[in-house]
């Protein structure tokens, strides 16, 4: 029997003004399973991101993680549930320590006194531990927002785009901690420009074209991604 | 219980690493003190009570201002405000921390704004200011409350900063006057059951707002 889908999607419309962006989304994303849907600039990867963390209503439609309405959902399900996005969530004044040290007391994560320094050097950025984030590069800034969102162990995983901004080593990491997750049943929905292929990782692999979201299992890719995946 | 620690902790390190919030708040309380002062008697005749209770209220309710509104804006920065949606903080709770932040920081404005009119309003160091206290706090507290609430509605939009005291002065004026009239009488040495009235007034208006912004915060903040 197959696991009740954690990421929901049905009929999910998103319009601004009378422009639509997305139109008639359904996707569902089990424990265990990693959904990657590309798309490029303006396609509404990042707005499909949104609603299914709920943080933009749909026009019509609904998005739902854990059975629920991601625009409702109770304390003990926000604490199951991480998003990596363009915006990295960290506060510019204070150091990666004590952003880090914040999300954990937010999310109660166990023995965050810890915790914080051993996803610091997970990340990477041991060596600026204790610096303010403003000075962290686009790329430190993206790391470290990786740990914000791992350190909690979510059940639900959004990344818009987290290979962004990293090195060959971040795309590294990135990989190793998308492993994990899956490894222990998370589900993960993220975000590329293009096809990015991960050792020992296998992804249902989406397409955006005009705000509708085509199975690639079941349609072709666009002739330029096709490409990219041949060449 | 645990977030709201976190958020409240959060904020005050901020302000205490950055000074931000505080210094403005004291900056302004300032500048509007000196304006009142010159505006009023240039030639620096007598100055009576009333007169600086009503020149410290106008620095109460800009200095709030500006401070719920710095207290929401280092949300925005980064999208900080998104991640405190997402996380598993009660709203309730949200709005208690970032009011209680609004309402330190505009504490120690006050407690500057308060020495300034002494000495601008040639006023004497003695227990009338002692009364003048839990007035003040009372006032402070009421507008931290639905400044916070109201700072959170025009965070959203574009131009928001000027809304504010479109939105916040006007609901503010019931409080401004009881405010007013009980420092009035507590600076002028009156009994308390002079100005009594008025700060039942200034309580009821805190409980109207505390009540208010505990129960709409969540849809104030929240985005469409």
Redesign the interface.
Known sequence: MMDAALIDARGLNKSFGTIPILRGIDLSVAPGVAAMIIGRNGAGKSTLIRLL?????PTTGEAMLFGASSRTLD??S??R?A?V?H????????TAR?NLQ??G????VPDSLNAVPKWIERVGLAFAADTRVRTFSRGMEQRLTLARAMMTRPDVLLMDEPFAALDADGVALVASLLREAIARRCAVVLTAHQPVAIDGLKFDLYEIVRGRLLDTSREPLAASFRAQQTG | M??F???L??DL??EL??GESTIALVALSLLILVVLVFALDPVGGVRDAATAAGALWVALIFAGMVGSTRAML?ER????I?????????RGALYAAKLLAAFIFMAVAEAAAVLLMVLFFNLDFDSRLLRLAPIIALGALGFSALATLLAAISGRIRAGDLLLPLLAVPMFVPALIAGVKASGAALSGAPFDAFAQWIKILVAFDVIFLTTGYLLFEHAIA??
């Open positions: 963390a709920g943080l933009s209503a304390a003990a926000r604490r549930f998003i996005t915006q990295s969530f960290l506060y510019p004044n204070l004590e914040f999300y007391d937010l999310y109660g | 645990a977030g620690v976190a958020v902790r959060k390190r901020l690493r950055t280092s920065d980064h999208g900080c998104r991640a405190l949606l997402l996380s598993p903080i009660d985005e469409d």
